[in-house]
């Protein structure tokens, strides 16, 4: 199979067409210069943005500038408090003398009757705000007890008096917390320590090493360095030559001494690769035909083994009786040995003991 498709799928190279010595140009396509690419500015979405940006803002410099004005404080305010509810007033605590006089001497927990208040709708308010300024002044009513036995009137005037007593000392207190009372100015004037006058310092070079060793490097690089500026600034002038072209003959192009050019074969790439060609299809038709040969004989090889095989498998196949086999001839001898002389067996213990002993 591979040999039949090399031989199909041979390669020819075709004749080189003698044209194209004539003219070498031939069968090539002019290609006209294309014209020169334009430049265009980019029409880019930042550059629109910018220019609505110092649009807008020649605008807005252009408009009137305008002032903060600030408004009149509501006259609500200065008359009392605005936005806060009204405090409650909660009912005072009624004193009750202690029930001495009773057998249990315990206090009756009947609770005073409370006045019933409708029930109105839920209404979530915000907490009052808590007034700090003025304090708490009970409202002290002591209804007067009765004189009953083991009383105890002195001694309660006497915690009564001494309750008042506090109360006023606590009012005292805190109405002369109230009162404002200014501090002292402090004394302005600065208490600072006598500035004494220190000489000013005088700069002085640095003596470094380096700058020894470095001198000479140093001075070379400044002498370079000035000698690229002069250099540099002499470049930079501007001198006109004279103009010696009027002066000279007008040019004339020189004759070229160089021989014309000899037309010879032109050896192609083409030719050299179909003679490489030929030679590969030569050396692959003579490999080829080696192979085929020993392709063949192999194939010989085989078939003669093969038959030999069948052959000698044939002859196997074939049954063959075996021959008779010759035996030496069997002489019966006399045995030597005596003959058995049969006893009876001893089963008592009695004659097996005899038989030992024997």
């Not at 039949?4 to 003219?23: G, R, V, Y």
């Not at 009204?86 to 009947?110: D, G, H, M, N, W």
């Not at 402090?186 to 700069?203: H, I």
């Not at 001898?333 to 008592?348: G, I, W």
Request: with cysteine.
């Amino acid at each position: 199979m591979e040999l039949k498709q090399i031989k199909e799928n041979k390669f020819k190279a075709l004749p080189l067409n003698p044209k194209i010595f004539e003219n070498p140009k031939l069968g090539v396509k002019k290609v006209e210069p294309k014209a020169s690419t334009k430049p265009e500015p980019f029409d880019l979405e930042i550059d629109k943005r910018v220019q609505q940006r110092k649009r807008h803002n020649s605008e807005s410099s252009n408009d009137q500038h305008y002032e903060f004005h600030a408004q009149p404080v509501p006259k609500k305010m200065l008359l009392g408090p605005v936005g806060i509810h009204p405090a409650k007033e909660i009912p005072l605590t009624v004193p009750q003398s202690p029930a001495f006089a009773s057998k249990c001497q315990q206090r009756s927990t009947v609770k005073p009757e409370e006045p019933k208040v409708e029930k109105t709708q839920n209404i979530i308010r915000a907490l009052p705000v808590p007034h700090v300024g003025i304090p708490f002044q009970p409202k002290l009513d002591h209804q007067a007890t009765v004189v009953a036995p083991f009383s105890f009137e002195q001694r309660t005037k006497e915690m009564h008096d001494k309750k008042e007593q506090k109360i006023k000392t606590f009012l005292e207190k805190e109405k002369k917390a109230r009162e404002f009372h200014a501090q002292p100015l402090k004394d302005l004037q600065p208490v600072l320590p006598e500035k004494k006058a220190r000489p000013a310092t005088v700069p002085e070079p640095f003596n470094l090493e380096i700058e020894t060793r470095c001198a000479a490097r140093i001075e070379d690089w400044k002498q370079k360095v000035q000698e690229d500026e002069n250099k540099q600034k002499m470049a930079a002038r501007f001198k006109a030559n004279p103009p010696s072209v009027l002066e000279k003959e007008p040019f004339a192009p020189a004759k070229s001494l160089k021989p014309l050019t000899e037309v010879t074969d032109v050896q192609l790439n083409t030719e050299k690769r179909a003679e490489k060609r030929q030679e590969w299809e030569a050396w692959n038709n003579d490999k080829q035909t080696l192979l085929e040969l020993e392709r063949k004989r192999e194939e010989k090889a085989k078939m003669e083994e093969a038959q030999k095989e069948v052959q000698r498998m044939r002859e196997e196949a074939v049954q063959k009786a075996n021959p008779i086999r010759h035996y030496k001839e069997v002489h019966i001898v006399p045995s030597d040995q005596p003959l058995t002389n049969p006893e009876s067996p001893r089963f008592s213990e009695r004659l097996k003991g005899k038989a030992l002993r024997h």
